[in-house]
């Protein structure tokens, strides 16, 4: 029976599991700070204060 990483091919490519770790850990961060704005402020004033806060963020890394 073929396993999930086998059947992705990402096992022996490590570049390839690094970039998609980081990309879906992104995903999850920031829908998870959007759900939970949304559900204290609405759909689109907690979308606005997400990215908001992600443009200040990434403004800090940037000055770093």
């Known amino acids: 029976m073929l396993s999930l990483a086998t059947l992705l091919a990402i096992s022996w ?14 995903v999850v961060l920031c829908g998870s700070v959007y759900l939970l704005l949304t559900t204290n402020l609405g759909s689109r004033l907690g979308f606005l204060v997400a990215l908001a806060g992600l443009a200040a963020w990434l403004m800090l890394m940037g000055i770093f």
């Open 13 to 26: 490519q490590p570049e390839i599991r690094g970039i998609s770790v980081v990309v879906i850990g992104a």
